[in-house]
């Protein structure tokens, strides 16, 4: 775990990269008969997922919260 600590900047980099050489593709690559709102707009799909991806921690981190975790005391003798 320390090693990714150590990392943890590194890897950010190595994330926003991609994502900008995902985009990046997104701009050289054809369209063809486009079906969704989003396949005509460039870098919509690599935007909704890093969102999505945001959304669904910040949701299940909150669910989580909500429904796991108990008080400090809890499990102590009363």
Do not use: N
Not at 41 to 59: Q, R, T
Request: glycine letters at 8%.
């Amino acid at each position: 775990m320390t090693w990714l600590r150590e990392r943890a900047e590194w890897f950010k980099w190595a994330f926003f990269a991609f994502l900008a050489g995902a985009v990046a593709y997104d701009f050289m690559a054809e369209r063809h008969d486009p079906h969704f709102f989003g396949d005509t707009l460039i870098g919509f799909w690599s935007v909704f997922a890093l969102f999505g991806c945001l959304g669904m921690i910040v949701i299940c981190k909150g669910i989580s919260h909500a429904w796991l975790m108990k008080q400090e005391d809890y499990y102590d003798d009363k």
